[in-house]
């Protein structure tokens, strides 16, 4: 699939600040992907700006800014890409039923984190819809995603982080990072390494058709890798999603991270503008 998307973000100062330096994931992850064209524009222009692969994988920009007051942060993203459906996976695979060993030495612990795991709320939940899927894991995640696509009242909140898996698992009420959320803590009290996405997806979600950026979770498959499900939704994730940023956590994903000195009773809006042209 061919996407274009222009990305600008807008924060607004009551009173003059000198800008911290700030942390930009805004480039796409090269998994899956044919880059043609990339752009960056940051205003004021950083006085040192420098491009860099973080302990993820992820590609970000740090930014430093000259010490002279500023009344607004601007940042425009832009890029085209093509991306690609993963291979299918082979019907000759067989994993080990479930629940796995949360004490591999795969190098992915940080991947297992609690993360809400812990809740016996979530847990029991991830525990039944194993023996549902009779304990196979390609059908227990499966079984989850579509689980979540139906059961949950799904709307967009524009501020805030992700509630707690157990609040979102209650009310069964969330946005797109509370349900990705829910699905890591699912996955993962059963032996799952999962990372939370950060990106774009082909489908408008709201009825007047602005765009957001989108959360769905990864799971990693021995002999597989990273396989993407969106319970947003209820369908894998694939060449219809553009990932900017993947980690153990929402908090390491956020697209821009940063600050700003020397101020009392100063307040900020954001405002942001989203465009994804597809075909």
Known sequence: MHFVVQHNTLYRYSVPVVLAPH???LTPRSAGTRLFSRSLLVYPQPVWQLDQIDDFGNAVTRASFADWPSDQL???????????????ISSSLVLAPLPWSAGLNDGLAGYRLDGGAGDTEVTAFARSLASEAGHQPLAFLD???????????????????????????????????????????????????ARFCSGYQAVAQTADGQRHLHAWPEVFLPDVGWRGWDPTHGVPAGEGHVALCAAPDQAATMPVVGGYYFGNSITATLDFEVSIATS
């Open 23 to 25: 942390l930009l994931r």
């Open 74 to 88: 601007r940042i425009e993203s832009h890029f085209e890409l093509d991306t690609f459906a993963p291979a299918p």
């Open 143 to 193: 079984h989850l995603c579509q689980t979540l696509y139906q059961r949950t009242d799904k709307h967009i909140r524009l501020t805030g982080d992700a509630q707690g898996a157990a609040e979102t698992l209650a009310t069964r009420r969330g946005a797109c990072r509370d349900l990705t959320v829910l699905f890591l803590a699912a996955a993962r009290t059963l032996g799952f390494a």
